[in-house]
């Protein structure tokens, strides 16, 4: 280890600090092409995930769309104060609410479902077809991995040395 910590330079090249850039890319590229519909990344995919199961539970779409389950009453709270859903008690369980999108949620997917290809250029923009096409191929073995999986394999690495 440095005597004096790691260097601003070195920082820069951290797989962390590289994704959560990334993030913030991506994040802007969505914000700009959005900006006149008053939602956030997860708020859309929320929205996807309701769409394609209707009658879903809060549980389910934090899987569906790996958000922890403690935030996503936060989000849900905040597409029905929107009028994008509607949460209803389950019919075997009172407590459990069951999320369906109203008229105005449908809307808002269609009408951010025409933009993501344009989102979508802005955050690959800065590469060839063929950097794309690895790139993404990367995201999605990098993603596939649960949180579990990232963490344990370097420590199994280092026990096997």
Request: charged content about 25%.
């Amino acid at each position: 280890m440095k005597k004096h910590g790691i260097e601003l330079s070195e920082m820069y090249a951290q797989p962390g600090y590289l994704i959560r850039r990334a993030h913030q890319t991506a994040t802007a590229a969505f914000a700009a092409v959005t900006s006149d519909l008053d939602l956030t990344p997860v708020q859309f995919s929320a929205l996807v995930a309701i769409k394609d199961n209707p009658g879903i539970d809060a549980t389910r779409v934090s899987e569906m769309i790996s958000f922890d389950r403690t935030t996503i009453g936060h989000v849900l709270a905040r597409l029905e104060s929107k009028q994008l859903v509607v949460r209803r008690g389950g019919t075997l369980d009172r407590r459990t609410k069951m999320i369906r999108l109203t008229l105005r949620g449908e809307s808002l997917i269609r009408e951010v479902s025409q933009r993501v290809d344009e989102i979508a250029k802005i955050i690959l923009e800065p590469f060839n077809p063929s950097e794309r096409t690895a790139l993404l191929k990367l995201l999605a073995k990098f993603s596939a991995q649960s949180i579990n999986e990232q963490i344990e394999q370097p420590r199994a690495s280092a026990r096997r040395r």
